[in-house]
């Protein structure tokens, strides 16, 4: 089952729902962490949004100020660069 930003929170059908709660939840989690995270540091934080499901969530997640698809691809980049020679 593809993982796509259905159009109702409440699902009308067993694959609507799942869809939903796995969509919906996971932006929940994103937004909610985040959250937690500037209250404890106790100032805003900048968020980079990455990853495969990142398309799908984007609109919906209110905390991601910058996408960059290769942030992770590029940090293995950087730690491979630091220790081949080592």
Same mark, same amino acid.
């Given at each position: 089952?593809?993982?796509? +930003?259905?159009?109702?929170?409440?699902?009308? !059908?067993?694959?609507? !729902?799942?869809?939903?709660?796995?969509?919906?939840? /996971?932006?929940?989690?994103?937004? *909610?962490?985040?959250?937690?995270?500037? !209250?404890?540091?106790?100032?805003?934080?900048?968020?980079?949004?990455?990853?495969?499901?990142?398309?799908?969530?984007?609109?919906?997640?209110?905390?991601?100020?910058?996408?960059?698809? /290769? +942030?992770?691809?590029?940090? +293995?980049?950087?730690?491979?660069?630091? *220790?081949? !020679?080592?």
């Amino acid at each position: 089952m593809d993982i796509i +930003l259905p159009e109702h929170v409440i699902g009308k !059908s067993t694959k609507e !729902s799942i869809q939903s709660g796995t969509v919906y939840g /996971f932006v929940g989690v994103v937004d *909610n962490i985040v959250s937690k995270m500037q !209250s404890e540091i106790g100032k805003p934080a900048r968020v980079i949004g990455t990853g495969g499901v990142l398309p799908v969530i984007r609109k919906q997640v209110q905390c991601i100020q910058t996408v960059d698809p /290769f +942030l992770t691809l590029e940090g +293995l980049r950087i730690l491979y660069q630091r *220790n081949r !020679s080592t």
